[in-house]
């Protein structure tokens, strides 16, 4: 597999080549798997998904989640998860009670939450921010 600019290209047993266009990594959804990778995180504008991958709320909202972050490409939010169970130091220092969570943070203070696999809220909390 070749990897050019924002492209990657696949060759296959018949010598045609297949391109597929990557999506640019600015707000790309990334999973900070330490307490020092959230701390650093909450020092900007964000929004972060607290998840759990038995949690079926989580599985349903997770995918537009990704996907509000995908449209909302060159806004101001950067667009974090964290899985409770593998970043308990973060869960813990965000005071994570129920999931999913979605919480805003700006300077290393939070500044807005909500609870629950709601749509529309998150649709408009991204936009509030965004």
């Known amino acids: 597999r070749n990897i050019t600019s ?9 010598n045609k080549t297949l391109v597929f266009n990557t999506p640019p990594p600015t707000n790309m959804v990334k999973f900070l798997d330490t307490e020092g990778e959230f701390q650093e995180a909450t020092k900007s504008l964000c929004i972060i998904d607290f998840t759990a991958s038995w949690c079926p709320p989580c599985k349903f909202i997770g995918p537009k989640f990704v996907a509000l972050a995908e449209a909302s ?14 970043n308990e130091a973060a869960a813990k ?7 999913p969570t979605f919480q805003i ?24 921010y965004n």
């Not at 490409?73 to 593998?86: A, Y």
């Not at 220092?93 to 999931?99: D, K, L, P, Q």
């Open 6 to 14: 924002n492209k990657k290209q696949q060759n296959l047993s018949n």
């Open 73 to 86: 490409n060159g806004g101001k939010l950067s667009f974090f998860k964290v899985d409770v169970d593998k």
């Open 93 to 99: 220092a965000a005071g994570i009670s129920a999931m």
């Open 105 to 128: 943070w700006n300077e290393g203070k939070k500044v807005e939450e909500f609870k629950g696999a709601n749509e529309d809220k998150l649709k408009a909390l991204v936009k509030k």
